[in-house]
């Protein structure tokens, strides 16, 4: 599988559409995912960014994932914490050959195929490493 400089990095923003950004009980339920993430995954880095007109910031979730076992337990991670407040948002970045794409989860349907893409997308990167 992958080594740790191959992994694959998400950008990982979660989201609310019930709770302001700087509402103790979002930040709760965001440390409360993170949390998740790094027990179950590892690999998690945090970093926070000032949001224009906002006080506070918006905290980022980077995860590196190398292994196919990292991608299912994350997507495992990010699904329940989504179906647990269908106001939840989870919106994840990548770069595939130098392009960044994005993938948006939300708790009202998450989708079989956005969560399938990150797991083919990270399986073929490992798959066609020298």
Known sequence: MASGEDALL??????????????????????????????????????????????????????????????????????????RDRTRVVEISYTVDGREERITLRGTYIDDAATRQLTDIALSRWRNEP
């Open 10 to 83: 998400l950008t990982i923003r979660p989201g609310s559409e019930k709770y302001d950004h700087d509402d103790d009980r979002w930040l709760a339920q965001q440390v409360e995912l993170f949390s998740d993430l790094r027990r179950e995954v590892g690999g998690v880095r945090r970093e926070t960014a000032a949001l224009a007109g906002h006080k506070g910031a918006a905290e980022t979730v980077i995860l590196a994932l190398a292994s196919a076992g990292s991608i299912t337990a994350a997507v495992q991670c990010l699904r329940d914490w989504l179906t």
